[in-house]
T-cell receptor, first 114, second 112 residues
Framework: ETGVTQTPRHLVMGMTNKKSLKCEQHLGHNAMYWYKQSAKKPLELMFVYNFKEQTENNSVPSRFSPECPNSSHLFLHLHTLQPEDSALYLC?????????????FGPGTRLTVL | GEDVEQSLFLSVREGDSSVINCTYTDSSSTYLYWYKQEPGAGLQLLTYIFSNMDMKQDQRLTVLLNKKDKHLSLRIADTQTGDSAIYFCAEDNAGNNRKLIWGLGTSLAVNP
């Protein structure tokens, strides 16, 4: 248990569906991240929020829409996805500071797009 | 460009030492990290090393950093079956808005 939870753990959706992934951190951190983990590729940073403000959007297609209502919650809204979007989506958080970037990860949501 | 490379697989016998290697390209990295991912789980920080150090030891884990060769290694002493996982090397590029640059991960298999 890292203090970062993600729901759902598994999600199967069709290309026309709309769904949302949820992440919650109980660590008092001020920064939250969405990553995409695909086989044979390095971990891809998608979005970063610092004190609820988006500070990074790593050229992510608009079919992925993040939302950060407060420093403890992060959502990833999905619509009209493609089969190549199937992957493990990981949420992470940390206390953004000048020290080491020690991120705490949730268990991930395994997404399958049919 | 920035790149972190690791061998993809390593197999060891239980009780032996494991050495997982990583090379990186950006000499301006401030910190370098080792994360572990067990099946069905997210990544867990194992340890990190500041770039002006050449060694860090934490119980069974020893990190060696050769800054000249841009080479990082993680040694696990007395490897156990519970150490079977994927190990990721990452560098913290202070000049790139502090994004972590990740390797592909080394899958460690520990055989009884």
């Amino acid at each position: 248990e890292t203090g970062v939870t993600q729901t759902p753990r598994h999600l199967v959706m069709g290309m026309t569906n709309k769904k949302s992934l949820k992440c919650e951190q109980h660590l008092g951190h001020n920064a939250m991240y969405w990553y995409k983990q695909s086989a044979k590729k390095p971990l891809e940073l998608m979005f970063v929020y610092n004190f609820k403000e988006q500070t990074e959007n790593n050229s992510v297609p608009s079919r992925f829409s993040p939302e950060c209502p407060n420093s403890s919650h992060l959502f990833l809204h999905l619509h009209t996805l493609q089969p190549e979007d199937s992957a493990l989506y990981l949420c992470a958080s940390n206390r953004a500071s000048g020290g080491p970037d020690t991120q705490y990860f949730g268990p991930g949501t395994r997404l399958t797009v049919l | 460009g920035e790149d972190v490379e690791q061998s993809l697989f390593l197999s060891v016998r239980e009780g032996d030492s494991s050495v997982i290697n990583c090379t990186y390209t950006d000499s301006s990295s401030t910190y370098l990290y080792w994360y572990k991912q067990e099946p069905g789980a997210g990544l867990q920080l194992l340890t990190y090393i500041f770039s002006n150090m050449d060694m860090k030891q934490d119980q069974r884990l020893t990190v060696l950093l050769n800054k000249k060769d841009k080479h990082l290694s993680l040694r696990i002493a007395d490897t156990q079956t519970g150490d079977s996982a994927i190990y990721f090397c990452a560098e913290d590029n202070a000049g790139n808005n502090r994004k972590l640059i990740w390797g592909l991960g080394t899958s460690l298999a520990v055989n009884p």
